[in-house]
């Protein structure tokens, strides 16, 4: 089956069983999942150490474009935190011909942590569940993290490298770390748990040089622009 689409653009294709069709929250480009607080800030804000208005990371492209890209993947289903429990009410149907499932997460051992920075004696790493196969054109990975600048989330999603051009035909589920210990109440059906980004598999090599008379003029020039002209990078680079 083709990895493209109609106007022969490059597409990620996700698929669900049959049963779940049409009740699972469906991943979604990342530029239509910003959060609210994103879409709430201001453009600008009081520098007290410039003593002037100054741009927030609102208006900065790198920030935005990051947490822009690619595809976000949702919470099956609304989890309740309370009392140091994890709780949840999934109403979706039981795996027919294919099994898969129910609950939104599992855990795993701490001890698959052991001597890493996450190994807490004291707490287990949740995983989500994603019932979305998840297939990449020919040649391409997905890079699937935490969703970009999310600090606000309760959790870090651990991060990963798929060939899903290969492995197109099973689960991809998500390990994440808990760390806000006294979060309370519900963390609601649809929160983006991952973000993937195609990444295209190729060859590089690493290339190191002293700036040339020529090349120095250039970062003189393009470092006296970006002081006169705010907003350069978003006129003139940003692809």
């Known amino acids: 089956m083709s990895s493209q689409n109609n106007n022969n653009k490059l597409a990620i294709k996700f698929r669900c069983p049959g049963e779940l069709e049409g009740l699972l929250p469906q991943p979604v480009p990342a530029n239509l999942g910003v959060p609210d607080w994103l879409r709430a800030m201001p453009t600008t804000a009081f520098s007290a150490l410039n003593q002037q208005d100054d741009e927030t990371v609102k208006r900065c492209p790198p920030f935005i474009d990051a947490m822009t890209c690619g595809f976000l993947i949702p919470l099956i289903c609304d989890i309740r935190v309370e009392d140091g429990e994890i709780s949840w009410d999934n109403d979706i149907p039981p795996g027919g011909e294919i099994d898969f499932p129910r609950s939104p997460i599992s855990f795993h051992d701490q001890g698959q ?8 004696t004291d707490r287990f790493v949740i995983k989500f569940h994603n019932l979305w196969t998840i297939e990449a054109p020919e040649g391409y990975s997905l890079f699937f993290t935490h969703p970009v600048n999310r600090f606000d989330l309760p959790f870090i999603t651990l991060s990963g490298l798929v060939d899903c051009d290969r492995y197109r035909d099973s689960w991809i589920h998500f390990p994440a770390h808990w760390h806000n210990t006294g979060f309370r109440g519900v963390l609601p059906k649809g929160t983006p748990i991952a973000q ?5 598999r190729e060859d590089w090599t690493r290339q190191t040089s002293a700036f040339t008379e020529d090349e120095a003029q250039k970062v003189h020039a393009l470092r006296a622009a970006l002081k006169r002209e705010p907003g350069l990078y978003r006129r003139k680079f940003r692809a």
């Open 113 to 120: 942590l052991t001597g890493s920075p996450l190994f807490e």
């Open 196 to 200: 993937c980004i195609p990444v295209k």
